[in-house]
């Protein structure tokens, strides 16, 4: 597997990580993160993953 495939569930770590997600508990609506990987062979999403986030 090359370096810069991912799967879903490593793209959500790097969502958790990075904290993207933080910038919108201000807007009091639902937020859902979404990782996706795509393949470079098939050109097209390989994998997705979505996790909906506790209201806060």
Known sequence: MHSRHKSANQALDQIHQRKYYEQFFSKGKEIYLLG???SSKT???SDWK???LPYR
């Open 50 to 52: 979505l996790e909906p």
């Open 43 to 45: 050109r097209n999403v």
């Open 36 to 38: 996706i990987s795509f």
